[in-house]
């Protein structure tokens, strides 16, 4: 017991999906509607206590837009977990995600804990991607999957709470 696990822990995802939002709300306990867009990375630290261990997360939250996506690989080298976000009301961020969750198959390290978040849970009216078909590509590609919302703060606890307690078993 008592013992601290660090972990860096990367965000990647397209522009928009909520990557810095959700790190917000896990960190601080906050939301705002009026997220600035990333530029280059942004770097938090947070500890999660799970039964008697403690995982010190080192999140690097990368920025979505195409002209950062040559930085990804400094930010995702050597991490032990990945949370690739897309927007369930965005197709597009869909197809994203999974040309990252292939970079990262191809160029990061095999025992990198991987999750996919399908964020903007709270926006079902505006649903693109279905949960079901997410959670099939999750399965199939050795991820697991939720659906999480940064405004509602739903699953975003769960989400690093899951992770922590997989970096602690492996
Ligand atoms: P980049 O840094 O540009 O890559 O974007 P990002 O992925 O960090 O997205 P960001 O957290 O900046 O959020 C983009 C917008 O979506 C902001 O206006 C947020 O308020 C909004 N947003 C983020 N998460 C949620 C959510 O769960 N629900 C809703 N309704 N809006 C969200
Ligand atoms: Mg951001």
Redesign the pocket.
Known sequence: GNKIRNAKLV?L????????????RFVKGQ?????????GAAFFSQTLAVNDETVKFEIW?????ERYHSLAPMYYRGAAAAIV?Y?ITNAASFTRAKKWVQELQAQGNPNTIMALAG?????LEARQVPAEEAKTYAQENGLFFME?????A?NVNDIFHEIAKRLLQG
């Open positions: 965000l995802g397209d522009v928009g999906t909520g990557k810095s939002s959700l790190v917000l939301f705002v509607e009026f997220q600035e867009s990333t530029i939250d990368t920025a979505g837009q976000v927007d964020n903007k849970a709270d926006l999480t919302s940064a405004k509602a739903t």
